[in-house]
């Protein structure tokens, strides 16, 4: 046997190990998630979905799901079968219209009447949640997400992503706004070089009205992030819109900063990037800067019976099985639109909070203060990474005169004390 013999049998016995390996690994987490099923653990499939492979395989991802979700997979009532049920919403010829030319290239679909059962799911769930809340308007894009999740009827009329659903996209892009003020924490010069070309956070806003299902060609990576978003905050999609940024650094960087280049670039969503790293580097940015705090930051609210400010206390505190009392929800949803537009700090109202700081929150910033004041530059100040309460006053960080200066929060809070 030649040498070239024994070293090509040798890599083949190592490539065979580190398969065998993966399997095994592979089996382990299946079994991990059947019990965590069978026995009920929430919060167990809540971090498989949100770690490593996800939940693997569309079969287990059939049982999961609904379990995430706190709703039975019991067959419900047609639209139209009840009383309550008789009026007809405004968007449902649209909806007739879109559903007949969706299911083209489903994948799993191969015949016809499979691709008419699915349509035929597909717009009793739509039709159904339109009529039961008739100030909800039908989006087209709504399709490409709900073609996921429909094979249940129940599994599609879960309360997933009302703001797209709203008269206005308002709500919508206030969220899509704190995509850039995540960037703007984790990378100062990506920043920069995004507001410089003038690029809104607009562009990513398929990727939050349809999880990426729109954008993602490959189905498995499109389920793969449906894991992460079904398991996590509402507002993980926006952490994984700044993630993406954020992982695209280089290439970005390496364009021409003008508006066209630089939203060419950022609309068009990578095909290529590994998914499992982007769950894991999106779950690693949210623990990094959690909702509340982000908001602070951004200076904005999001209105106060959002999704995302009640998710902790309102959703995660309901156990597996319990009903769910969807009244106090019904209620927020028939409210006006202008009763759910998210709040924006003006300056008066930074100080009425800078005098209701402790003195010990007072004497730090102010040392802080006169760091700034003192003439560190940008890149001194951002080497202090570990310190994220610098990065939540970067406007004073990137102040380049003195008037700039006086004008910032830092020195706000000196002249205050």
């Excluded at 602070?296 to 959002?306: R, T």
Aim: aromatic letters at 10%; proline letters at 3%.
């Amino acid at each position: 046997m030649t040498k070239s013999h024994k070293v090509s049998l040798r890599h083949r016995g190592v490539n065979s190990f580190a398969k065998k390996n993966k399997n095994d690994v592979l089996r382990k987490r299946i079994r991990k998630i059947n019990e965590a099923i069978e026995t009920n653990n929430i919060s167990e499939i809540r971090q498989l979905a949100k770690t490593k492979t996800g939940l693997v395989n569309d079969g287990i991802r059939r049982r999961a799901w609904p379990k995430l979700l706190n709703i039975e997979t019991s067959e419900g009532k047609k639209p139209g079968s009840g009383e309550s049920q008789v009026t007809i919403h405004k968007d449902e010829y649209q909806v007739e219209l879109d559903v007949e030319r969706s299911l083209v290239n489903f994948p799993k679909v191969v015949t016809q009447s499979q691709r008419k059962r699915y349509r035929d799911d597909l717009r009793d769930v739509i039709v159904e949640i339109l009529r039961r809340h008739p100030k909800l308007s039908y989006y087209q894009a709504i399709i490409k997400m709900l073609t996921l999740i429909a094979k249940s009827r129940r599994l599609g009329q879960a309360k997933i992503l009302p703001y797209a659903m709203m008269p206005s996209l308002d709500l919508v892009l206030d969220q899509l706004s704190l995509v850039f003020d995540l960037v703007r924490l984790e990378d100062h010069e990506v920043s920069k070089f995004i507001e410089t070309s003038g690029v809104m956070s607009h562009f990513c806003i398929s990727w939050y009205i349809t999880w990426c299902s729109h954008d993602i060609q490959n189905i498995s990576s499109v389920t793969r992030l449906f894991d992460l978003f079904i398991a996590s905050d509402p507002l993980m999609p926006v952490y994984m819109a700044a993630t993406v940024i954020l992982m695209r650094r280089g290439e970005l960087l390496s364009q021409e900063c003008e508006f066209s280049t630089v939203h060419s670039l950022l609309s068009k969503f990578p095909q290529h990037i590994d998914i499992d790293d982007l769950v894991f580097q999106t779950m690693n940015l949210y623990k990094k800067y959690l909702p509340d705090p982000l908001q602070k930051y951004a200076q904005i609210s999001l209105y106060e019976n959002c999704c995302t400010n009640t998710y902790k206390n309102q959703w995660l505190t309901i156990e597996n099985g319990q009903p769910i009392d969807y009244t106090e929800a019904e209620k927020i949803l028939s409210l006006p639109f202008a009763g759910r537009k998210t709040v924006r700090f003006s300056n008066s109202q930074q100080q009425r909070h800078l005098f209701n700081l402790s003195k010990t929150q007072k004497i730090t910033l102010v040392c802080l203060s006169v760091v700034v004041l003192y003439g560190i530059t940008d890149e001194d100040v951002f080497a202090f990474r570990s310190f994220d309460i610098l990065k939540c006053f970067s406007d004073a960080i990137r102040s380049k005169t003195l008037l700039s200066i006086s004008q910032s929060y830092f020195f706000q809070i000196a002249v205050l004390i």
